[in-house]
């Protein structure tokens, strides 16, 4: 009776392994140079050259007329192919979210710029980004 029991509880092991899905959410790649464009409310060019390692970004981002070349982190979601990332510059804070094609040669989402750290009466600014590399 023992021996049956172990067979049966290494066959429903096995066959709940062999259902499963363990290959988990592809990896995304997004390193490497980008440009494009931000309308917050006016349009803006925009440069990030990416670097990567696992699922955290680092690099540096440009947006004209607001900021060049400040340092840039980031952390992608597979599972939702989006990039959240955020660049301090003196006493504002830039952030956005980012989806990622399934190519990898665009992104686009939200980008918003917090100024209630310089002058309480700007503080919050929404708008939108699109890079292509």
């Not at 049966?8 to 363990?22: E, H, K, Q, R, W």
């Not at 997004?30 to 440009?35: C, E, F, V």
């Not at 597979?78 to 830039?94: Q, Y």
């Not at 979210?97 to 665009?106: H, K, Q, R, S, V």
Request: charged share 15%; proline share 4%.
């Amino acid at each position: 009776m023992t021996a049956r029991r172990t067979f049966l509880t290494a066959a429903i092991v096995l066959a709940m392994t062999a259902c499963s899905d363990s290959t988990g959410p592809e990896s995304i790649d997004i390193r490497g140079d980008w440009s494009g464009s931000v309308a917050l409310p006016n349009g803006f060019s925009s440069s990030a050259d990416f670097q990567q390692s696992g699922n955290g970004v680092s690099g540096t981002m440009t947006i004209s007329g607001s900021f060049v070349n400040r340092p840039v982190t980031g952390q992608i979601d597979p599972s939702e192919r989006t990039l959240e990332w955020s660049v301090f510059v003196d006493c504002e804070e830039w952030t956005g979210t980012l989806g990622i094609n399934a190519a990898e040669t665009e992104m686009a989402g939200t980008v918003r710029r917090d100024g209630s750290g310089c002058v309480p009466e700007v503080s919050n600014v929404n708008g939108t980004m699109q890079l292509t590399r």
